[in-house]
Every structure is written in structure tokens, then in C-alpha cells.
């Protein structure tokens, strides 16, 4: 079986196709522009494979797309190509327009134009998996606020985007709907909680706080720190998204959480008792590393809880994380520490850990 993954130099992505390498039943495509968070030393074992092949192509340039396509004539697609922090997007809007609506209209017509050639039986077997986040249904009520059991997110909230990020997210989950609605395309939509683990480019909270930590610079907390997100160790959802690709049904949303909701407050302490026990020799004037946590002016907009729902995929499809956020943490920290090569041929680049999203800070 054929992936055909975009994106599969980023984050998710880079561990998708590390997930599926493992199996010998898998070939990989992997089409990866290959912007600032794009990289390949994340899959290193794959250069040498012969199941892998990397095509560096634009998902805005339909003709590249086509070749493509004519080329590896893949049975599955995966998209998980797309600009994903909500700090850049506060900053400079226009490139998530391009790549999160834009591309994914491009891929999907290519996409279509492909599966509309296949014989009978193939086109059949195909699906079109696009990859989307929890952040398009807005925010939750926060503990703090209201008494009694906390609603979460399923697969029928209504979607309230509140980012440009996350807008732009919204509309390329209904672009791949309507697809199959008007075309009959064999479409399956996942919208998964925030992941973390091994290869996460620093600009995301854990990592940049790792890091920081151990630069002896300074931890920044929006706000008071009290937002909470569920967290979803990244290998754990790669295994969901394949499961997903290959036992889904077509037609399908399936929401996928690590049943880790826990405060941004929370997260950083937990990084810094972990840094306490594996670091304890601290960098030239730092006591105690939650010394150096700084609360700073909140994200603009910034939603107070997100929460995953996750039974549907567990129930119908048998996935549940493997990870616990004790767990999961733990081996995040530690590959940081056993992987400082990685990460500062990162930092060598345009990103040295400042602050996105606050162009007055």
C-alpha cells in the first residue's frame, strides 16, 4: 500500500512516516516544501529506504501536483502539509490563507483528477485523509468559571474558530467535506488535540521551553498560565492517523486526544521538575529553573480550554494513546537532551526562540 503523505518533513508528519517505514507493507511518498519547519533530518532512517521516496513540491503548484500523482500513483493520500502556529498567524495571516486553504484546494482537485482515472477497484480501496486540529471548534468552558462536569469536544461541535490559524484550518476541513459531498471523493477528516514529543520545532510551547531552560533564558507564560490543551504524545497519534488512513470509513470525522488536559502552567512545571532531576547542572546564574518562568502579555484571542473526546476512535477503531503525559514528557525531555545536535542546527536557521504572535513585544 502506497502513502502519499504532504507535510512529511514537519512535526506529525515526519513521525507518520517514521510510524510507517516500520511496516514493510507501506511505501511512502513524501511531498514537503520544505519551509522554516520542514526538515529532513527528522526521518533519517527513511533517506536510505527503499519504501521512500521525497518529492520537494509546493501544494500550490497543481501541475507539480499532477506529475505527482501520474508518477507514484499512491492508494492513499494523507495532508497534514500546512502553517501551523498561532503566533505566525497573528503575525503575517496571509501565508496560512495560501497553504491551509489554497493548497489544500489544489491537492484535493489533483487529487480527484487521480482517483477519477483509477479502475473500478482502486478507486474503491482509495481515501483522502486530511489531517486538522481541535482549535477549529474555538474554546471550552473553563473549570475556573463553571461548576460541574466540563463539556469537551466531539465530532459534532459546531465549529467557532478563533486564529487566523485556526480559521484557515476550518475552512480546509469543509472544503474536503464538500468534496465528497459533490464529487463522491472518499474523504475522512481527523481534528486532533496538541501533540508533543521528539523533532517538534522549538516555537511550540514544550519545546521552547526546554530549551530555554536550558539556555538559562527566560520561560514566557501567556497570561497566568491557566489555559488548558490536551496533550497527545505525537507517536501516539501517528499510530491513530494510520489507523485512521487504513480502517476509517469514509465520509467519517474521528477526534483523537491524548486524555492529558492539563494548564500551560502546569506544563512548564512539569518541564522544569524533569529538567531539576535530569539537568541538575544549571546554566551560570539560574537556581532553580522555575526561577525563571516570566508571565508575559496573553496571545491575542487566546482560547482558554480545549478538550478531546476521543471515544468515537476508540470504540470503532480499538486506538487509545499508549502514552500517559508523566510518560510522554519524560522521553520528550530526554530526546531534547540526547538530540542537542538536531535542535541547534534549528536554532542556526531564521528561529533563535523569540516571541511570535506580539508584534508590539
Known amino acids: 500500500m502506497k502513502f502519499l503523505l504532504t507535510g512529511g518533513a514537519g512535526f506529525i508528519g515526519s513521525a507518520v512516516v517514521r510510524h510507517l517505514l516500520q511496516d514493510t507493507d507501506f511505501e511512502v511518498v513524501n511531498v514537503d516544501k520544505l519551509t522554516y519547519a520542514g526538515n529532513l533530518e527528522s526521518i533519517p532512517e527513511a533517506l536510505s529506504n527503499e519504501r521512500y521516496r521525497f518529492e520537494q513540491v509546493d501544494i500550490c503548484d497543481a501541475s507539480a501536483l499532477q506529475r505527482v500523482f501520474a508518477e507514484h500513483q499512491p492508494d492513499i493520500v494523507m495532508h497534514l502539509a500546512a502553517e501551523s502556529h498561532v503566533d505566525r498567524s497573528i503575525d503575517g495571516p496571509g501565508d496560512f490563507i495560501q497553504t491551509n486553504i489554497v493548497g489544500t484546494y489544489m491537492l484535493l482537485e489533483a487529487a480527484r483528477y487521480y482517483w477519477s482515472g483509477l479502475g473500478e477497484e ?47 484550518k476550518a475552512s480546509s476541513d469543509h472544503l474536503v467535506r464538500a468534496w465528497l459531498r459533490t464529487y463522491g471523493f472518499p474523504t475522512i477528516v481527523t481534528n486532533c488535540s496538541n501533540n508533543y514529543g521528539p523533532y517538534h520545532f522549538p516555537e511550540k510551547l514544550i519545546p521552547h521551553m526546554i530549551l530555554n531552560a536550558l539556555s538559562g533564558k527566560a520561560l514566557p507564560v501567556y ?34 486526544g491524548g486524555h492529558n488536559e492539563k494548564r500551560n502552567i502546569e506544563v512548564v512545571h512539569t518541564l522544569c521538575e524533569l529538567l531539576e532531576e535530569l539537568v541538575p547542572n544549571k546554566p551560570e546564574g539560574v537556581s532553580a529553573y522555575k526561577d525563571l518562568i516570566n508571565y508575559v ?22 486506538w487509545k494513546p499508549e502514552e500517559t503525559f508523566t510518560s510522554g514528557m519524560r522521553k520528550t525531555v530526554q530526546w531534547y537532551l540526547d538530540n542537542d545536535a538536531w535542535w ?18
Open 122 to 168: 482502486k478507486k474503491q480501496t482509495f481515501r483522502f485523509h486530511h489531517i486538522s486540529t481541535d482549535e477549529v471548534y474555538g474554546d471550552l468552558p473553563h473549570p475556573d468559571e463553571v461548576e460541574g462536569e466540563l463539556p469537551m469536544f466531539t465530532e459534532t461541535t459546531a465549529y467557532a474558530p478563533s486564529s487566523p490559524y485556526s480559521a484557515s
Open 223 to 256: 497570561g497566568d498560565g491557566s489555559q488548558i490543551r490536551d496533550w497527545l504524545y505525537v507517536e501516539d497519534h501517528a499510530r491513530a492517523l494510520v489507523k485512521v488512513a487504513t480502517e476509517g470509513n469514509v465520509g467519517e470525522t474521528y477526534n483523537i
Open 297 to 318: 502579555k496573553d496571545r491575542p484571542g487566546h482560547d482558554v480550554r480545549y478538550a478531546i473526546d476521543a471515544s468515537k476512535i476508540a470504540d470503532e477503531l480499538g
Open 344 to 361: 541547534q542546527r534549528v536554532l542556526n536557521g531564521e528561529y533563535q526562540l523569540n516571541r511570535l504572535g506580539d508584534k508590539e513585544g
